[in-house]
Protein backbone atom coordinates (compact mmCIF):
# COMPACT_ATOMS: atom_id res chain seq x y z
CA UNK A 1 0.00 0.00 0.00
CA UNK A 2 1.22 3.36 -0.97
CA UNK A 3 2.80 5.04 2.24
CA UNK A 4 0.27 8.00 1.58
CA UNK A 5 -2.00 5.87 3.38
CA UNK A 6 -0.03 4.94 6.38
CA UNK A 7 0.52 8.34 7.01
CA UNK A 8 -1.95 9.92 9.73
CA UNK A 9 -4.11 12.83 8.02
CA UNK A 10 -3.24 15.34 10.47
CA UNK A 11 0.63 14.51 9.61
CA UNK A 12 -0.17 15.92 6.32
CA UNK A 13 -0.12 19.29 4.58
CA UNK A 14 -2.99 21.06 5.13
CA UNK A 15 -3.94 21.37 1.86
CA UNK A 16 -4.04 17.27 1.33
CA UNK A 17 -5.59 16.65 3.92
CA UNK A 18 -9.57 15.71 2.85
CA UNK A 19 -11.67 17.89 5.18
CA UNK A 20 -9.48 21.11 4.40
CA UNK A 21 -9.61 20.51 -0.07
CA UNK A 22 -13.31 19.94 0.78
CA UNK A 23 -13.76 23.32 2.48
CA UNK A 24 -11.43 24.73 0.11
CA UNK A 25 -12.54 23.16 -3.66
CA UNK A 26 -15.80 21.66 -2.51
CA UNK A 27 -17.38 18.16 -2.32
CA UNK A 28 -16.91 17.23 -6.40
CA UNK A 29 -12.91 17.50 -6.32
CA UNK A 30 -12.83 15.34 -3.05
CA UNK A 31 -11.92 11.41 -4.12
CA UNK A 32 -14.54 8.87 -2.84
CA UNK A 33 -11.44 7.38 -0.67
CA UNK A 34 -11.81 11.09 0.67
CA UNK A 35 -15.11 11.59 1.56
CA UNK A 36 -15.34 8.16 3.37
CA UNK A 37 -12.51 9.10 5.65
CA UNK A 38 -13.94 12.25 6.30
CA UNK A 39 -16.77 10.06 7.90
CA UNK A 40 -14.30 7.46 9.64
CA UNK A 41 -12.23 10.81 11.14
CA UNK A 42 -9.76 8.30 12.33
CA UNK A 43 -7.57 5.83 11.47
CA UNK A 44 -5.23 3.04 13.22
CA UNK A 45 -1.54 2.94 14.48
CA UNK A 46 -1.15 1.28 11.23
CA UNK A 47 -3.48 2.90 8.50
CA UNK A 48 -4.61 6.43 8.68
CA UNK A 49 -8.21 6.91 7.95
CA UNK A 50 -7.76 7.35 4.71
CA UNK A 51 -6.01 3.62 4.40
CA UNK A 52 -8.66 2.38 6.24
CA UNK A 53 -11.39 4.16 3.27
CA UNK A 54 -9.15 2.72 0.51
CA UNK A 55 -9.13 -0.87 2.31
CA UNK A 56 -13.31 -1.14 2.44
CA UNK A 57 -13.16 0.03 -1.25
CA UNK A 58 -11.02 -2.48 -1.95
CA UNK A 59 -12.13 -5.45 0.06
CA UNK A 60 -15.76 -4.52 -0.76
CA UNK A 61 -15.57 -4.26 -4.56
CA UNK A 62 -16.03 -0.08 -4.99
CA UNK A 63 -18.28 2.68 -3.73
CA UNK A 64 -21.46 0.71 -4.63
CA UNK A 65 -20.32 -2.59 -2.62
CA UNK A 66 -19.59 -0.55 0.47
CA UNK A 67 -22.84 0.95 0.39
CA UNK A 68 -24.70 -2.11 -0.03
CA UNK A 69 -22.71 -3.85 2.83
CA UNK A 70 -24.06 -4.20 6.40
CA UNK A 71 -22.61 -2.02 9.13
CA UNK A 72 -21.88 -4.93 10.97
CA UNK A 73 -19.92 -6.16 8.05
CA UNK A 74 -17.99 -3.03 8.36
CA UNK A 75 -17.35 -2.94 11.34
CA UNK A 76 -14.99 -6.50 11.01
CA UNK A 77 -12.45 -4.44 9.26
CA UNK A 78 -10.29 -3.42 11.62
CA UNK A 79 -10.05 -0.37 12.72
CA UNK A 80 -13.82 0.73 11.96
CA UNK A 81 -15.87 -0.99 14.81
CA UNK A 82 -19.34 -0.33 15.13
CA UNK A 83 -19.63 3.27 15.39
CA UNK A 84 -17.63 4.07 12.22
CA UNK A 85 -19.32 1.35 10.56
CA UNK A 86 -22.83 3.29 11.96
CA UNK A 87 -21.77 6.60 10.41
CA UNK A 88 -20.42 5.60 7.03
CA UNK A 89 -23.71 3.32 6.80
CA UNK A 90 -26.45 6.63 8.01
CA UNK A 91 -24.19 8.51 5.24
CA UNK A 92 -25.18 6.49 2.42
CA UNK A 93 -28.72 5.97 3.71
CA UNK A 94 -28.84 9.59 3.32
CA UNK A 95 -27.60 10.06 -0.11
CA UNK A 96 -30.63 6.97 -1.23
CA UNK A 97 -33.15 8.88 0.59
CA UNK A 98 -32.12 11.98 -1.24
CA UNK A 99 -31.88 10.20 -4.74
CA UNK A 100 -35.36 8.50 -3.77
CA UNK A 101 -37.13 11.29 -3.78
CA UNK A 102 -36.98 14.91 -2.24
CA UNK A 103 -40.49 15.50 -0.84
CA UNK A 104 -39.84 19.53 -1.45
CA UNK A 105 -39.63 18.62 -5.71
CA UNK A 106 -43.14 16.53 -5.79
CA UNK A 107 -42.28 14.69 -8.76
CA UNK A 108 -44.49 14.22 -11.59
CA UNK A 109 -44.91 10.77 -12.96
CA UNK A 110 -45.65 10.73 -16.83
CA UNK A 111 -44.21 7.53 -17.62
CA UNK A 112 -42.52 4.18 -16.35
CA UNK A 113 -38.89 5.62 -16.81
CA UNK A 114 -40.14 8.53 -14.24
CA UNK A 115 -41.18 5.73 -11.83
CA UNK A 116 -37.08 3.92 -12.58
CA UNK A 117 -35.33 7.37 -12.20
CA UNK A 118 -37.14 7.78 -8.26
CA UNK A 119 -36.71 4.00 -7.51
CA UNK A 120 -33.47 2.18 -9.45
CA UNK A 121 -30.85 3.84 -6.99
CA UNK A 122 -32.39 2.44 -4.08
CA UNK A 123 -33.81 -1.16 -5.27
CA UNK A 124 -31.01 -2.02 -8.07
CA UNK A 125 -28.77 -3.49 -5.20
CA UNK A 126 -31.35 -4.69 -2.54
CA UNK A 127 -30.59 -8.12 -1.81
CA UNK A 128 -34.17 -9.21 -1.01
CA UNK A 129 -37.65 -8.03 -2.84
CA UNK A 130 -39.36 -4.22 -1.82
CA UNK A 131 -42.51 -3.96 -2.55
CA UNK A 132 -43.33 -0.08 -2.91
CA UNK A 133 -46.66 1.92 -3.38
CA UNK A 134 -46.33 5.56 -5.40
CA UNK A 135 -49.10 7.35 -4.18
CA UNK A 136 -50.30 9.75 -6.69
CA UNK A 137 -52.55 13.21 -6.57
CA UNK A 138 -54.98 14.01 -9.43
CA UNK A 139 -51.97 15.29 -11.07
CA UNK A 140 -49.44 12.32 -10.85
CA UNK A 141 -47.69 13.87 -8.57
CA UNK A 142 -46.30 11.89 -6.00
CA UNK A 143 -47.63 12.75 -2.83
CA UNK A 144 -45.48 9.90 -0.80
CA UNK A 145 -43.39 6.42 -1.60
CA UNK A 146 -44.25 3.83 1.05
CA UNK A 147 -42.67 0.54 1.31
CA UNK A 148 -45.63 -2.24 2.07
CA UNK A 149 -43.33 -5.01 2.64
CA UNK A 150 -40.00 -6.60 2.05
CA UNK A 151 -39.18 -10.08 1.41
CA UNK A 152 -40.60 -12.55 -1.73
CA UNK A 153 -44.38 -11.93 -3.63
CA UNK A 154 -44.59 -15.52 -3.08
CA UNK A 155 -44.73 -15.05 0.89
CA UNK A 156 -47.60 -12.92 -0.36
CA UNK A 157 -46.29 -9.40 1.01
CA UNK A 158 -48.15 -7.44 -1.54
CA UNK A 159 -51.57 -7.93 0.09
CA UNK A 160 -53.98 -5.32 -1.17
CA UNK A 161 -55.02 -4.27 2.31
CA UNK A 162 -51.99 -3.25 2.68
CA UNK A 163 -51.20 -1.02 -0.19
CA UNK A 164 -54.43 0.33 -0.23
CA UNK A 165 -54.57 1.51 3.53
CA UNK A 166 -51.25 3.34 2.72
CA UNK A 167 -53.27 5.12 -0.35
CA UNK A 168 -56.58 5.95 1.35
CA UNK A 169 -54.59 7.26 4.73
CA UNK A 170 -52.96 9.43 2.29
CA UNK A 171 -55.91 10.58 -0.01
CA UNK A 172 -54.04 9.03 -2.96
CA UNK A 173 -56.41 9.31 -6.33
CA UNK A 174 -53.98 6.78 -8.02
CA UNK A 175 -51.26 4.92 -7.16
CA UNK A 176 -48.41 2.97 -8.81
CA UNK A 177 -46.57 -0.52 -7.34
CA UNK A 178 -42.76 -0.98 -7.92
CA UNK A 179 -40.78 -4.11 -6.47
CA UNK A 180 -37.32 -5.53 -7.37
CA UNK A 181 -35.89 -8.67 -8.42
CA UNK A 182 -32.71 -9.08 -6.79
CA UNK A 183 -31.41 -11.34 -9.62
CA UNK A 184 -31.29 -8.53 -11.59
CA UNK A 185 -33.44 -9.62 -14.56
CA UNK A 186 -37.21 -7.87 -14.11
CA UNK A 187 -39.00 -10.64 -16.46
CA UNK A 188 -42.35 -10.47 -14.72
CA UNK A 189 -42.90 -14.00 -13.08
CA UNK A 190 -46.64 -15.64 -12.87
CA UNK A 191 -46.61 -14.31 -9.43
CA UNK A 192 -46.23 -10.60 -10.86
CA UNK A 193 -48.98 -10.81 -12.92
CA UNK A 194 -51.04 -12.16 -10.16
CA UNK A 195 -50.29 -9.51 -7.85
CA UNK A 196 -50.40 -7.16 -10.01
CA UNK A 197 -54.56 -8.57 -11.19
CA UNK A 198 -55.65 -8.46 -7.65
CA UNK A 199 -54.45 -4.74 -7.14
CA UNK A 200 -56.34 -3.09 -9.80
CA UNK A 201 -59.62 -5.24 -9.16
CA UNK A 202 -59.50 -3.97 -5.55
CA UNK A 203 -58.42 -0.22 -6.66
CA UNK A 204 -61.54 -0.43 -8.87
CA UNK A 205 -63.58 -1.43 -6.04
CA UNK A 206 -62.17 1.61 -4.17
CA UNK A 207 -61.67 4.07 -6.40
CA UNK A 208 -58.03 3.85 -6.72
CA UNK A 209 -56.76 3.25 -10.01
CA UNK A 210 -53.49 1.04 -9.89
CA UNK A 211 -51.67 2.88 -12.95
CA UNK A 212 -48.28 0.35 -13.38
CA UNK A 213 -46.98 -1.92 -11.88
CA UNK A 214 -42.93 -1.47 -12.26
CA UNK A 215 -40.18 -4.00 -11.83
CA UNK A 216 -36.86 -3.33 -11.01
CA UNK A 217 -33.59 -4.78 -12.23
CA UNK A 218 -30.07 -4.48 -12.36
CA UNK A 219 -30.37 -0.99 -14.41
CA UNK A 220 -33.29 -1.93 -15.99
CA UNK A 221 -36.90 -2.03 -15.78
CA UNK A 222 -40.53 -3.77 -17.23
CA UNK A 223 -43.71 -1.94 -16.84
CA UNK A 224 -46.51 -4.38 -16.71
CA UNK A 225 -48.86 -1.97 -18.20
CA UNK A 226 -46.65 -1.72 -21.33
CA UNK A 227 -46.36 -5.54 -21.45
CA UNK A 228 -50.48 -5.53 -21.48
CA UNK A 229 -50.94 -6.80 -18.26
CA UNK A 230 -53.05 -3.51 -16.89
Same mark, same amino acid.
Given at each position: M???Y ?11 R?R???WT??? *? @? ?6 ? /?I? +??T???? #? %?A ?12 GL?GVAN ?12 G *? @? ?5 A? /??? +?G???A? #? %?Q???PT??SP???S ?12 E??K???L???N ?8 SKG???? %??AH ?8 I????S???V ?8 P??S ?12 C ?5 I?VL ?9 FV??K???FL
Open positions: SERTVAIREMPAEEPERLYGA *S @VVSTAELI /AQ +LRGTPE #L %SLGLAEKMLSQFGRTSPESLSRIKGI *S @VKAIQVA /AFE +LKRLV #L %SEDRISQDVNLLLPELRDAKQHFALLDTKRVQKIVTISLDE %SIPRDVFREASANASLIAHNHPSGDTPPQDKSVTHRLVEGELLGEDHIIIGYNRSLQLG
